[in-house]
Structures are given as C-alpha cells and as structure tokens.
C-alpha cells in the first residue's frame, strides 16, 4: 500500500466528510467538559495511563500489518486512548458511519478482531474523491480483513443503512464528520434514529469532532469545519441517547477555534462524546 499517499489523500476527505470547546453546558474552571447544569451521571474522563489502556487495543494499534501512514498520526489521533474512553473491544459489532479513507475502520477492525464485525459505512462519494474511495476499499484486503469488515455504500438517510439485526450492534462511531453531514444537509434525525435502532440497549454511540466556539452552533461547518457541540449534544440526544461520558483526551486549549481545522496539522481542539442507547 502507498501509506503515504492514502494518508494526504484522507486528510483531503475531511473537507468533505474531515479537546473539547469550552461551551456553555461543557466546562468550568477545573474541567472543560463539564458544568454544574449538566446532569452528575454525565462522566467527565482524561486520559488513562498507558498501562492501563487493554493490549488488545494496543496491539491492534502497533500491528505491523497496519499502513505506517495511519501510524504517523497517532500521537495526534491517539487512537489508543479514543478506543479505550469508547469501550471497544474484540467479539464486538460495530459501525463506522461515513468512514471516509478507513483509518478508524481499519483501527475498530483490528480490535473487535475474527470474532467481530466492523461495517464501514460511506456514501457514493464524488469523482474528485476517488483516492479516498479507493484507500477505503484497499483496507478491505488487508490482512486479516476478510470476514471482519463489512462494506456499506449508502445515502445516510438510508432507512436500511446498516446492514446488521436491529439491537445487535455494540457500538456506532462518527470520527470527526458529524459536522460533514450537517453542511451537506444529510438528515440527522433519520441518521441517529438508524442509529438508536441498530445498538443494543446500552449500546454505545461514539462522537469525534472538532471543537467551535461556545454557541457558534453549525455555522461553521462548511468554512472550518468546526461545531459547536452543544448543537450535536442536543440533535443526538433528541433521538433518545443519553450523554453519558465526555474525555477530554483530545482537547487543545492553544486552539483559538477561528481558522480552519485543516491549517492545525491534525492538532485542532476536538471534543470526545459517549452517549449510550438507554
């Protein structure tokens, strides 16, 4: 694989598809994602010590089979602690919804292992978009690939968009393009009620995205593909989820939100979000 490569092109992809602000309902002086209005079961995490994130997450991460273009950008991903805060872990169903290259998918993959399964979600993507389409599909025949990922190509209003028995999945994740969808004017709502169909009671919807100023909601999706995250708080927890723990694991407090997340070199503010299907 030209690791290299695939990489600048997936970073292209987020312009079409791409820790934590301090908003109003997520911060306080001690910790940027919390606030005394928010509900105390809401869990408020940061990173973990390296021993204590499993080795099944960590020898997926450092499998020598996995493209060293991905690795390169682990210290800024740091995959390691996201899949950790998430709970993923191997036997589990999961879904990467609007996977674009397939770095998380290939990451989930590895983890959830033979016994589990991965479905790697993304629409028809343009022509310009080509590279990526062809990233995403080459991690299918990687190494262990086969009988783990599950490819999906459909709209993400697709009433049958995952292919998988309503209740049986563990956990669903959207890695930096919820604020995608939201500029292209997907319909969230169908989306996340998929979604809510799809998990198993106490199932786990993970959300990364990159963080905007406080109650600048979506208005600057499509320029710097930031989001407020109150804006998706609220839209997901319209569809019946619970917000459960916040991390602020990629949080960057020297990110002033007002350029564009692509002249940050991977390092922009993002915010981590667990909510769970109750």
Known sequence: MKTQRIYTVLAGCAALAAMISISPRLSNAADPVSNAAEPASVEH?????????PKYVTD?????????ADKILDKARRPGQVMT????????????IFAAGGNTTEVLARIVGPDGKVYSQNIKLPAKFKKTEDAWKVRLKEPGMAGVLVEVVKPLDAPDLLPAAPGSLDAVIVNQNYH???WMGADR???NATIFKALKPGGVYAIVDN???????AKDVKTLHR??????????????????????????????HTGPVFKMNHMEDR???KFVKS
């Open 211 to 217: 963080a905007d100023s406080p109650g600048s909601g």
């Open 45 to 53: 995490a940061s990173a973990v010590p390296d021993s204590q994130i």
């Open 189 to 191: 709502a169908k989306l």
């Open 85 to 96: 805060f998430f709970g993923i872990k191997p036997g589990m169903q999961v879904a990467d």
């Open 60 to 68: 997926a991460i450092n499998s020598s089979d996995r493209p060293a």
């Open 180 to 182: 995608d969808m939201v």
């Open 271 to 273: 915010f981590v979000l």
């Open 227 to 256: 989001i407020d995250p109150d804006f998706e708080i609220a839209e997901i927890e319209k569809a019946g989820f619970k917000l459960a723990a916040t991390s602020d694991v990629l949080h960057n407090p020297n990110d002033p």
